[in-house]
Every structure is written in C-alpha cells, then in structure tokens.
C-alpha cells in the first residue's frame, strides 16, 4: 500500500496533483513544490494527474495533450522525484497500458460498478484507489472492493468524494468515512471534488473551493486515512476543474492546519 515507513508521526498521506496533466513544465514545477512541501511536514505524498479526461460535460472541453505523452510526464515525476504516481482509467483496455507508468490506478466515480474496469485493474497488480460513485451509499462500496479482492489484488483503497444532492451540488456524509474503513481499507476524502457544483447550465462545472479547508479540516478530524487535492498555479486558467481546484500557493499553510490536527486526533 502507501508507503508509510518514513512516516513517524503516523500522518495522513496525500494525493494531489493537477486535475489533468496539461504539459512537462507544468506538471515538473507543481511536483516539485508539492514534494518539498510533504516532506518538511513529514506527509507521504502521491503526485495525482490524469493523462485524458474522458468524463467531459461539453464537446470542446479539454480531454488532454495524448495518452503516451501525459503518461510518460508521470512516469518521469516518479522518476525524478521519487513519489508514486496515481491517474484515472476509463475503460479495461486502458488497465495495462497506464499501469505501465503509474503506481496507482483510479476508478472513477461514475465507473465504480463497471466489473470488466475493476477486474482489469485489478490484473494489472497495482493499487486500486476506487471512488465511491456520487449515486451510492458508502456500505454499497463494499461490493466494488470485493470485485477487486476476487480476481487477485488486495491492494484496494476507497475514496469519499461526495454523494449527489439535488441537480447541481453535492455533499459530504462523514459517517461514510468510518463506515468504508470497517471494510479493512484506507479510506482517503477527495476534498475538492465534493465541492464540485455539476450540470450548470454553461455546461462548465462549477465549485467552492472557500471551503476547501473546512472540508479538509473536517476529513482529517473524523480520522481519513488520506486526502485527495488537485491543485494547480492558477486555477483561473486551469483546462479542467479549475472552478473548485486549490492554488498552490495555499497549500503549505492548509497542510500545516492538518498536521496540527492530525496530531490533536490521533
């Protein structure tokens, strides 16, 4: 699983990172910062990206700059730095082909009950992050996980990112978070994804990210085992979910709050 070893304070891991991976130098700088970041405040760190965007609202929404090419600016982040690497697939034939750059392979929300993606996955020996599908109970997760488990791979972490609430928002049930850990599994809060607003009538998917720390903060004190952040030098100009992404620059002093917490709850 996340490698915890040099992690004496027993702190809350991280996977943050750009919504989509948009170029090298983008994806290098953002690493790199978020790298010196976690380990002064001794957080184990994985970069998140994703290397296509398949789950677009509009036809001339920005999916990506090619699957090899943004595959391989995540295989040279675990390179350089030294972190593991997570990002999203969208179909099984996709399993294979990503996991021979990453370390993690995510199953998207709205993907979390396709068996043929899950088995993939599954396959490919790495560890599964599953996010729990805004249209199910957190209990009703245990089935996703069970379909990994059965075809050979224990490796199997589960996601909190929201549950839908009406027609255009979201919110956070945090009994969810202890109810998915009785399953045996981390349980990480995907934070700025439970603050997406969907389906605007713009077709552009709007956000809160004001209360970013007020989620995160409340994920860290009901016990999440880790946090799910994107991040971004300036969300404004951001080519996928810049309305509800943290900018970089806040990061540091939102971390040094969780740790602080963290140590307070532990």
């Keep these: 699983m996340i490698e915890l070893k040099n992690n004496p304070a027993n702190n809350f891991f991280l996977l943050a990172g750009p919504c989509v991976i948009e170029g090298e130098d983008m994806a290098m700088r953002i690493a790199e910062r978020v790298v010196k970041i976690t380990e002064s405040l001794k957080i184990p760190y994985v970069f998140k990206g994703s290397y296509r965007k398949a789950n677009r609202s509009r036809m001339d929404s920005f999916m990506g700059i090619g699957d090899e090419k943004a595959l391989k600016i995540l295989k040279k982040v675990h390179d350089t730095f030294g972190v593991p690497t997570v990002t999203d697939i969208h179909a099984a034939d996709e399993a294979e082909m990503a996991a021979e750059y990453v370390d993690i392979l995510q199953i998207p929300a709205f993907l979390c009950r396709q068996t043929d993606l899950l088995i993939a996955a599954a396959k490919t020996g790495k560890i599964i992050n599953i996010k729990k599908g805004q249209f199910l109970s957190p209990i009703a997760m245990q089935f996703a996980a069970d379909k990994v488990v059965e075809a050979g791979n224990k490796n199997v972490m589960l996601t909190e990112r929201g549950t839908t609430f009406g027609y255009q928002d979201l919110v956070i049930d945090y009994r969810g978070i202890p109810e998915m850990q009785s399953f045996g599994y981390p349980v990480i809060l995907d934070v700025t994804h439970s ?72």
Excluded at 195 to 207: A, E, H, I, R, S
Excluded at 236 to 262: C, H, Q, Y
Aim: zero cysteines; aromatic letters at 2%; hydrophobic letters at 45%.
């Design 195 to 266: 603050l997406q607003q969907p389906n605007q009538t713009n077709g552009v998917t709007g956000g809160m990210p004001q209360l970013i720390e007020t989620v995160a903060k409340a994920g860290i004190a009901v016990g999440a085992d880790g946090l799910f952040i994107e991040t971004h030098e300036n969300p404004a100009v951001a080519k996928s979910d810049g309305a509800n992404m943290l900018k970089l620059d806040l990061l540091e002093g939102l971390l040094t709050k969780l740790v602080r917490i963290r140590e307070a709850v532990k």
